[in-house]
């Protein structure tokens, strides 16, 4: 049995295996290469107070003020004054970050921080972090690493109560090997579901193609809570470009001076808040929705073309290249920019040492809930929240035993009582019938349930959802376990309860934006499904 099973290997998955590994044997799981996740595409950087200039009261204040009323003060306090020496960590594991001179970190501004207190290597923050992480845990005799695993739901004991899923116990997974289609079994001692966000719901997104909140699906099949689904974090800047997918262009080039301006070159942040282009993302989100639609144009612009190409090749010189390659020349072209989504703030409902409502499932980075973020997550605080999260799911396990007697558990994963008529193999004609239900829900979801929404079209996202789900229950049961199946019929569940919270929140808050109830309500509650 394993001691430690961590369903994920981007920054929240490899930095608790280095954790857990001082304290027992664990396993790493990827659904796909170990690489492949959101964690490495993160540009901008990671947020933490280092100097003088700056202090903890402040970071805490930016992130509550960014959380509109719904982060949990603790969990807030407790990730901005840890969060110095969890930068301390990654250097010890390797991480370089980007100086001034020798020992003068060079810090960046994002969207709602009061200071420069971004750490950052260059605009490939993640890919380095994410790199050096790797290396450690690969040389690490007490983890091991397994690729091509996909995780289709958790194992459970049978006494399943739908009322209290407090009673519910995790004894780890059912996964498919993605290339063999076998289906493999693993018991473990603790699960851990670090398995980041679920972007890919949407027509438009900065996220990795596996972001199908597979952990969010799992988690709610097995009766474990969510919370707060509705708030999902729209990038305001994604470059525009038809044969650009995914690119992100990072706030920093906002905060290194990059104007925002549309097709007349005009400056449209000065009439939206004081803060301008480095307003809280959903403000900036919101206000290019609203300068699209106004001026019936496809895109709007990022002008930084007043800083010297030398500069913005160093500064940048991953954005620099991805929009060359496009024929874009960022220090002569404005930068063409449309909002994705980017960032699910909701997710696994966790407290702050990352406990899900069922016993020993824990749930660590994107793909939890713990009220760091509450209605809108400050800019850079993701990153840190993958490794404050995952050092108090260490700290926790770490001072427990855990005497769990799996001999006499009956096992059960969700699936078992239902879906019984599997007839034969998907073929490559029907897998297309798979891709057309997954673009008709991230159409939907762009269309209906994206950064302004309207009672009427959560109402009609919902009842589509519907037909489009008894449609892939048919697809499920009728063939042999497939991947894409798998991911298909987790991203409308996802789809699903992201319409059910959001139908259930009837204000405005944070990222939620609603024209039928455009103000917040005086008391911020989460939304548990
Ligand atoms: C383009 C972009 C730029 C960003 N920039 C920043 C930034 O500058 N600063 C910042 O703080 N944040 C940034 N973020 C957000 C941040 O990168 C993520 O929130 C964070 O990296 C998530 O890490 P994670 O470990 O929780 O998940 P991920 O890094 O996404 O890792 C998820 C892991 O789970 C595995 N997995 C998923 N489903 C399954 C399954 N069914 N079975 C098995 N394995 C599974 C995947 O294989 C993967 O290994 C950015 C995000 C994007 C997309």
């Given at each position: ?30 659904k ?55 930068i ?45 992480l ?24 049978l006494?399943t ?6 009673d ?23 699960t ?24 969010l ?38 905060g ?185 829900i ?36 009728h ?33 939620h ?17």
């Open positions: 049995m394993i001691q430690f099973l961590v369903i994920g290997s981007g920054v929240s998955g490899l930095s608790l295996a280095l954790k857990l590994a001082s304290i027992g044997k664990v396993v790493v799981i990827a796909t290469q170990l690489s492949d996740a959101n964690s490495p595409l993160a540009q901008g950087g990671i947020a933490s107070v280092t100097h003088g200039g700056d202090s903890f009261d402040k970071h805490i204040q930016d992130t509550l003020v960014a959380g509109s009323g719904l982060c949990n003060k603790e969990v807030v306090v407790d990730a901005v004054e840890q969060a110095p020496s969890r301390k960590d990654l250097v010890q594991w390797g991480v370089n970050f980007d100086t001034c001179n020798l020992d003068t970190l060079s810090l960046t501004k994002e969207g709602g921080h009061s200071k420069r207190r971004i750490l950052h290597v260059a605009d490939k923050t993640g890919l380095h972090i994410h790199s050096q790797l290396a450690r845990v690969l040389e690490h005799s007490n983890i091991e690493l397994k690729e091509n695993l996909f995780a289709m739901d958790l194992l459970t004991s006494e109560n739908p009322f209290d899923p407090s519910v116990q995790c004894f780890g997974a059912k996964f498919l090997h993605s290339q063999t289609q076998q289906q493999i079994t693993l018991l473990a001692q603790h851990i579901l670090a398995t980041g966000g679920s972007g890919k719901t949407y027509l438009y997104t900065s996220n990795w193609s596996g972001a199908t909140g597979d952990g699906a799992m988690a709610h099949r097995s009766g474990a809570k969510l919370a707060n689904l509705e708030f999902t974090q729209f990038h305001p800047t994604c470059l525009y470009h038809p044969h650009a997918r995914n690119f992100l262009i990072s706030e920093a080039i906002r290194e001076g990059g104007i925002l301006i549309n097709s007349k070159g005009q400056a449209f942040m000065k009439n939206e808040h004081p803060l301008e282009g480095l307003a809280p993302r959903d403000i900036v989100a919101r206000a290019i929705d609203k300068e699209m639609k106004r001026s019936g144009q496809d895109n709007v612009f990022i002008d930084i073309r007043h800083k010297s190409k030398s500069y913005l090749q160093e500064r940048f010189p991953q954005i620099f290249m991805k929009c060359l390659e496009h024929g874009i020349d960022i220090s002569k072209d404005p930068i063409p920019v449309v909002p994705a989504a980017h960032y699910q703030c909701g997710g696994v409902l966790t407290d702050k040492f990352g406990r899900t409502s069922i016993q020993q499932l824990f749930a660590v980075g994107e793909t939890a809930c713990n009220g760091l973020h509450g209605a809108n997550r400050l800019a850079s605080n993701s990153l840190l929240d993958c490794l404050t999260s995952s050092h108090n799911v260490y700290k926790h396990i770490g001072s427990k035993s855990n005497n769990m007697d799996i001999s006499k558990a009956k096992l059960h994963t969700p699936n078992n009582e239902k879906h019984e008529t599997i007839t034969s193999e998907i073929n490559d004609d029907e897998l297309i019938l798979v891709t057309h239900l997954w673009e008709e991230r159409r939907l979801m762009w269309n209906y349930v994206g950064i302004v929404r309207s009672t009427q079209r959560l109402r009609l996202a919902q009842s589509r959802i519907q037909n489009i789900q008894n449609e892939i229950d048919q697809l499920y049961s063939f042999h376990k497939h991947k894409n199946i798998e991911e298909l019929r987790n991203i409308a569940l996802v789809a699903e309860l992201t319409i059910k919270a959001a139908l259930k929140r009837k204000e405005s808050r944070g990222i934006f609603h024209m039928d109830y455009p103000e917040k309500n005086k008391t911020a509650i989460n939304t548990v499904l």
